[in-house]
């Protein structure tokens, strides 16, 4: 896995997060859009994975930094961060196939 942090050193970096498996139960409620629909996929994990520049910087407990890296979430076993294009990042439980492969749901 590549070092997220690589050329990055000086972004504000917020702390991992982890979920118990009541918190991933939780998540688990199809998210709705500003007209009411529900959305396809259950378990939107909405705070920030990745790294992210803004242009003019931005202030972290009062320091600016050029961006910010959010880390993805410690989820408990049988549980896992999926990211399904368009739709972000989803915590999900593990779906395994018959050779046991974990695959999105579809």
Same mark, same amino acid.
């Given at each position: 896995?590549?070092?997220?942090?690589?050329? /990055?050193?000086?972004?504000?970096?917020h702390?991992?997060?982890?979920?118990? %498996?009541?918190?991933?139960?939780?998540?688990? @409620? @199809?998210?709705?859009?500003?007209?009411?629909?529900?959305?396809? #996929?259950?378990?939107h #994990?909405?705070?920030?994975?990745?790294?992210? @520049? #803004?242009?003019g910087?931005?202030? /972290?407990?009062?320091?600016?930094?050029?961006?910010?890296?959010?880390?993805?979430?410690?989820?408990?076993?049988?549980?896992? %961060? @999926?990211?399904?294009?368009?739709?972000g #990042?989803? %915590?999900?439980?593990?779906?395994?196939?018959?050779?046991?492969?974990?695959h999105?749901?579809?």
């Open positions: 896995m590549d070092n997220i942090f690589e050329g /990055r050193e000086d972004y504000y970096a702390p991992q997060v982890t979920l118990t %498996v009541k918190d991933c139960e939780k998540l688990q @409620r @199809r998210q709705k859009n500003a007209f009411g629909d529900k959305w396809p #996929y259950k378990g #994990y909405l705070p920030l994975i990745g790294p992210i @520049r #803004y242009n910087g931005c202030i /972290r407990e009062e320091e600016w930094y050029p961006g910010e890296i959010g880390l993805e979430p410690i989820v408990p076993e049988g549980w896992e %961060v @999926r990211y399904i294009s368009t739709w #990042y989803h %915590v999900q439980k593990t779906e395994l196939d018959i050779w046991g492969i974990s999105a749901n579809t």
